[in-house]
């Protein structure tokens, strides 16, 4: 989306569309402002997305926002003189979209212009600097987006020796809208100096700081979540992590028999509860197994059967995949015990069972007898 200096961002993006024009499959907004401006671009559910060296940007923090403000930010610091390829990730593009139907008209921020598609340039000097692309129909000239995308890049004077090593790990990749991810980075280290900041871009406009955080996700879509670190020096180094948002997961679900399985004894497990979202032909395609004695399997078929080597405590976890391609998993915990351990738990079983009905027959035999004096007392 463009924005006019002087225009609130989010004043903008609720402002309702005047036309909307139909063009090689995709549709170019013009807000009711009179600005043209694309389906928006860098961040989650978006798409398309500006890239430099192969980085995507992400989308730029709401707490920074400045007008007029870029819509994405690269991760990665680029140093000076150094050769930087920019293009658009147009993958997300509705079907149809052909980038090569245009021409690209590149602004670097730092005076020089450019056009094509992918474009290569260096900065001359150390800045942050906002770049931005518009584009003209190949066939129909008077079709002009003057602002596509833009995104702003951080050029330093040199690149660290040694810099700091970035480690993200997510609790998932696929989570359901309005569901929260855990984010680690307590693995990244620096490699000069002890001390480390840690700074989490969400991709859909959320900033967090910290080695290990939280967030929920509100909009659908898939995008990258970038972390960040940041030596003592000033050093920097970043990763991504993609993370797909959708409106509903498959739903994992397994039962074992027996409850108390034992040790060299075949076990039967059961996921044909496990159910896909509710839509048209859609259903549960795949069925993975890990049943955390370092034996997997993967089938179609829900009900498998797996024969455990020793006794002990085993973490099964089950992965269903749907005609979509999207997972749902579960992780439940089964004691597996040895021959004798099950006789003697049935044993007790029994005797315990045996003592509840013996308690049960004397409690009611001595109500009757209560019954039957206090009936003859009467009479």
């Known amino acids: 989306m463009m924005y006019r200096p002087g225009v609130n ?16 499959g995709i549709l170019m907004m013009v807000c009711q402002l009179g600005t043209p401006a694309p389906v928006q671009a860098c961040g989650i559910g978006q798409p398309f997305t500006m890239m430099a060296n192969a980085v995507p940007a992400v989308s730029y923090p709401a707490t920074q926002m400045t007008l007029p403000a870029p819509l994405g930010v690269f991760p990665q610091e680029f140093a000076r003189d150094q050769p930087i390829t920019l293009a658009e990730d147009t993958s997300g593009a509705p079907r149809g979209f052909d980038p090569f139907a245009y021409s690209w008209q590149w602004e670097f921020g730092d005076g020089t212009q450019s056009t094509g598609f992918p474009v290569v340039h260096q900065y001359e000097r150390a800045g942050t600097f906002v770049i931005q692309v518009g584009i003209i ?30 480690i993200a790990r997510s609790s998932v990749t696929y989570v359901q809208v309005g569901s929260s991810v855990t984010y ?15 700074s989490w871009n969400f991709g859909d406009t959320q900033t967090a700081e ?16 970038a972390l960040v670190v940041q030596d003592d020096r000033g050093a ?28 060299g004894a075949s076990v039967r497990f059961d996921a044909s509860l496990s159910r896909a979202p509710v839509e ?30 020793r006794p002990g405590s085993y973490a099964v976890t089950l992965r269903v995949t749907d005609m ?6 579960t992780t439940q915990m089964i004691v597996v015990v040895t021959a004798a351990q099950s006789i003697s738990e049935t044993s007790t079983n029994q005797w315990s069972t045996f003592l509840l009905l013996t308690f049960i027959m004397i ?7 209560l019954g039957i004096r206090r009936k003859f007392r009467r009479s």
Not at 185 to 198: D, E, F, I, P, T
Not at 240 to 255: D, E, M, N
């Open 210 to 225: 910290g080695a290990r955080v939280a967030h929920t996700f509100e909009q659908i879509g898939s995008g990258y979540v």
């Open 363 to 369: 409690a009611a035999g001595a109500a009757l007898s």
């Open 137 to 166: 129909s190949r066939t129909d000239p008077s079709f002009h987006v003057r602002l596509f995308d833009s995104a702003q890049i951080t050029i330093v004077p040199r690149v660290w020796p040694l810099p700091p090593v970035a």
């Open 280 to 309: 048209q032909g859609n259903h549960i395609a795949d069925y993975f197994w890990d049943f955390g004695d370092g034996v997997q399997w993967e089938g179609i078929d829900p009900i498998v059967t797996h024969l455990f080597a």
């Open 184 to 198: 680690d980075a307590s693995s990244s280290y620096a490699q000069v100096g002890h001390s480390l900041n840690w």
């Open 236 to 263: 920097r180094a970043f990763a991504l992590l993609r993370v797909v948002v959708v409106s509903q997961l498959p739903i994992a679900r397994w039962v074992v028999t027996p409850t108390a399985p034992v040790a």
């Open 324 to 329: 979509q391609g999207l997972p749902g998993t």
């Open 9 to 24: 961002q989010s004043t903008c993006r609720s402002m309702q569309w005047g036309m909307a024009l139909a063009l090689s």
